[in-house]
T-cell receptor, first 113, second 110 residues
Framework: EPEVTQTPSHQVTQMGQEVILRCVPI?????FYWYRQILGQKVEFLVS????????KSEIFDDQFSVERPDGSNFTLKIRSTKLEDSAMYFC???????????FGQGTRLTVV | RKEVEQDPGPFNVPEGATVAFNCTYS??????FFWYRQDCRKEPKLLMS???SGNEDGRFTAQLNRASQYISLLIRDSKLSDSATYLC???????????FGKGTRLHILP
């Protein structure tokens, strides 16, 4: 069964450092998403990506965040200068066109120290 | 008003009982609705889609009330393995944004 894969599963970084979280969505999917979940809190929408551009982003997704789909396969989330409050689980998701369900990767746990 | 609202629980329910969750959504333009299940420290996984006519999958029944803008999930004959957080999802037809509720925690008690 096709799945969304994310790497690494856990990343520890120092405050102020840049991190790149990587995702390989399901190959025939057209819409891609990043979500984050701070421990014990809700799954929060960060950004959606379609047709090689951001289609919508939340207020959390400020100038420190960026996304790329560099090669038609990978979908990355970059945080330029990490803060302690960026510590969370980051989930990548993808879905087909149309009102279909989104499939989630297993997540990357980011710990900023 | 929050976009998707759920009772956070926890619901502590004895094994074998029936439990029901409700979820309300604020955007009347939402077109697609789902229930996801999330186990501790894991990713959300689709439990079932929610159709206008209501739908059933084994012990699970989902219903949509567009007039009142709420979605429900009914779990019959609950099992210990049903213990999880249940996330309500409302999405836009353009697929640009999928909004999760905070989730309802369910504990099935032996």
């Amino acid at each position: 069964e096709p799945e969304v894969t994310q790497t690494p599963s856990h990343q520890v970084t120092q405050m102020g450092q840049e991190v790149i979280l990587r995702c390989v969505p399901i190959s025939n999917h057209l819409y891609f998403y990043w979500y984050r979940q701070i421990l014990g809190q809700k799954v929060e929408f960060l950004v959606s990506f379609y047709n090689n551009e951001i289609s919508e982003k939340s207020e959390i997704f400020d100038d420190q965040f960026s996304v790329e789909r560099p090669d038609g396969s990978n979908f990355t989330l970059k945080i330029r200068s990490t803060k302690l409050e960026d510590s969370a689980m980051y989930f990548c998701a993808s879905r087909l066109q149309g009102p279909t369900e989104a499939f989630f990767g297993q997540g990357t746990r980011l710990t900023v120290v | 008003r929050k976009e998707v609202e759920q009772d956070p629980g926890p619901f502590n329910v004895p094994e074998g009982a029936t439990v029901a969750f409700n979820c309300t959504y604020s955007n009347s333009a939402s077109q697609s609705f789902f229930w996801y299940r999330q186990d501790c420290r894991k990713e959300p996984k689709l439990l079932m889609s929610v159709y206008s006519s209501g739908n059933e999958d084994g012990r699970f029944t989902a219903q949509l009330n567009r007039a009142s803008q709420y979605i429900s999930l009914l779990i019959r004959d609950s099992k210990l393995s049903d213990s999880a957080t249940y996330l309500c999802v409302a999405g836009m037809n353009r697929d640009d944004k999928i909004i999760f509720g905070k989730g309802t925690r369910l504990h099935i008690l032996p």
